[in-house]
């Protein structure tokens, strides 16, 4: 059975940084892209980063590139977002997705989410 | 950058009833439309890819359609577990992937 469990979430104050992990299991690692996507309370979903099953590509919406970075360690089967230069409007519950081998562009498991507040 | 818009934002019906989603494109991402529901508190779950196949699991009440810029969600009779919201993503033209805004099926 798939399973990705996200971690490092948190309280942080704005202009600061978190590392977000994903811990995949139940499925070959290495095989698949992964990506992340964020939804604001009470709001929709807003596609961050995606990344190539090897990690040598990596894909950001225009607004998060430069601040956010996606990486991956296919040897831990785990998933990280570097987020630094935090902002009120990054505040959210950030989702670690797959993606479908047949299509790098269909998340077709979703882990439960790991909520970051920034706030002073 | 595609946008994607959906109607109703809000849909009010009733158990046993048929649901009709709509979702917009601004530019035609030919048939590479996605519908996913998210009930509260949990993950977006897949429903229909590639506008009309469903997703392992994905009960055969819900069926998508269409082809260009017009897209459809059709729950044929809706059960208890089936109010949550529902967003559609197209995976034609990306970077940037998109999602719609949502909508939120009422009991």
């Known amino acids: 059975e798939v399973h990705l469990v996200e971690s490092g979430g948190g309280l942080v104050q704005p202009g600061g940084s978190l590392r977000l992990s994903c811990a995949a299991s139940?499925?070959?690692?290495?095989?698949?892209?992964m990506g992340w996507v964020r939804q604001a309370p009470g709001k929709g979903l807003e596609w961050v980063a995606n990344i190539n099953n090897d990690g040598s590509k990596e894909y950001y919406v225009d607004s998060m590139r430069g601040r956010f970075t996606v990486s991956r360690d296919n040897a831990e089967t785990s998933l990280y977002l570097q987020l630094n230069s935090l902002r009120a409007e990054d505040t959210a519950v950030y989702y670690c997705?797959?993606?479908?081998?047949?299509?790098?562009?269909?998340?077709?498991?979703w882990g439960q989410g790991t909520l970051v507040t920034v706030s002073s | 950058e595609v946008v994607l818009t959906q109607s109703p934002a809000t849909l009010s019906l009733s158990p046993g009833e048929r649901a009709t989603l709509s979702c917009r494109a601004s530019?035609?991402?030919?048939?590479?439309l996605l519908w996913y529901q998210q009930k509260p508190g949990q993950a977006p779950r897949l429903l229909i890819y590639d506008s009309s196949k469903r997703a392992t699991g994905v009960p055969a009440r819900f069926s998508g359609s269409g082809f260009g810029t017009d897209f459809t969600l059709t729950i044929s009779s809706l059960e208890p577990e089936d109010f949550a919201v529902y967003f559609c993503q197209q995976r034609k033209t990306w970077p940037p992937i998109t999602f719609g805004p949502g909508t939120k099926l009422d009991i």
């Open positions: 530019q035609s991402v030919d048939g590479y």
């Open positions: 997705a797959r993606l479908q081998t047949e299509s790098n562009v269909i998340f077709d498991y």
């Open positions: 139940g499925f070959t690692f290495s095989s698949h892209w």
